[in-house]
C-alpha cells in the first residue's frame, strides 16, 4: 500500500477487518444460494461500493479464497476500461481460526502481510495449530493449541493475532466479568481487539477494564453476505 500523497496531514484508510467469503460453510447465514453464486467479482464489487480501501479475507479455518480474490482483482485492476464501480482495493490474507480450551470455543482472527503472504500462509499457520481438515467449518474444526499458543503461531509467521467479537459470542470474553489468570494471560499476548460494543467494558471490574484499555479496539463487519461487507468498519 503506497503511503504517497499529495496534501498534508494523516491519511485514512476506510478498513474492514473482518469478511468471510463462501469458504466459509456458513456463508449466506442459511441460504444456500448466496454462497453458490457469490463470484469473486461481486464480492469484490460490493467491498468496492462500500467505500472500502482494504479487507481482511477471515474465513473460518481456511484461506481457500484469498488467491481466488486477488487474482479476480488483478484482472478488474487491468481490464480496459475498468468497471465504474471499481476503486484500488488492498485484500489482505486472513482467517478466523477455532479454538476450543476449557471454556468453550473461541474465534481469533490471523492477519498477514498483503504484499508478503497469500493462501499458502494461511494454510500453512492453520497446519501448525492443527488443523489440516475440515476447512471452512466452524462447528467442529478447531486448533490442537492453545488460544496463547496459536496467537504464537500467528505471529511467528509474520501476522497480527485480533480476536475476534472478543465480547459477543465466542469470544474471548464472552461472559466474563473479572479477570482471570488465564484471561489475563491471553489478553497479555495480543494488541487489539474487535469489539462489537466499544463501551462493553466501561463499567466492568476495573482489572478488566485496565486489561481492555491498552488493546486497540477495531471494527469489522463479520459479513457473511455480500451486502454485509463495510457495514461496520474502523479507519
Not at 482494504?54 to 488467491?67: T, Y
Not at 480496459?80 to 481460526?97: A, H, M, N
Not at 474471548?172 to 474487535?194: G, M, N, V, W, Y
Request: aromatic residues 8%; glycine residues 8%; hydrophobic residues 35%.
Amino acid at each position: 500500500m503506497s503511503t504517497d500523497w499529495s496534501y498534508p496531514g494523516s491519511k485514512w484508510w476506510k478498513f474492514d477487518f473482518h469478511v468471510h467469503s463462501p469458504a466459509s460453510h456458513d456463508y449466506g447465514r442459511g441460504d444456500e444460494g448466496i454462497r453458490q453464486t457469490t463470484s469473486e467479482e461481486l464480492w469484490l464489487r460490493k467491498a468496492m461500493q462500500a467505500g472500502l480501501d482494504c479487507v481482511v479475507v477471515a474465513d473460518h479455518n481456511s484461506g481457500a479464497w484469498i488467491d481466488r480474490l486477488k487474482q479476480a482483482y488483478e484482472q478488474l485492476s487491468e481490464a480496459s476500461p475498468r468497471p465504474k464501480w471499481f476503486r484500488p482495493l488492498v485484500v489482505f490474507p486472513g482467517t478466523e481460526i477455532t479454538i476450543s480450551d476449557s471454556t468453550g470455543r473461541v474465534h481469533l482472527l490471523a492477519v498477514f502481510d498483503p504484499e508478503k503472504h497469500d493462501g499458502s500462509k494461511v494454510t500453512g499457520v492453520l497446519g501448525a495449530c492443527g488443523i489440516t481438515s475440515g476447512h471452512g467449518d466452524d462447528r467442529t474444526t478447531s486448533t490442537t493449541t492453545s488460544f496463547t499458543a496459536t496467537v504464537k503461531e500467528i505471529q511467528n509467521a509474520g501476522g497480527i493475532a485480533i480476536p475476534a467479537h472478543i465480547d459477543g459470542r465466542q469470544g474471548l470474553l464472552e461472559h466474563a466479568i473479572s479477570l482471570t489468570p488465564d484471561l489475563e494471560k491471553s489478553l497479555r499476548c495480543i494488541f487489539a481487539a474487535e469489539l462489537c460494543d466499544p463501551g462493553a467494558y466501561d463499567d466492568v471490574d476495573p482489572s478488566l477494564k485496565k486489561a481492555m484499555d491498552r488493546l486497540a479496539v477495531l471494527a469489522g463487519s463479520d459479513a457473511h453476505k455480500p451486502d454485509e461487507i463495510g457495514r461496520h468498519f474502523s479507519w
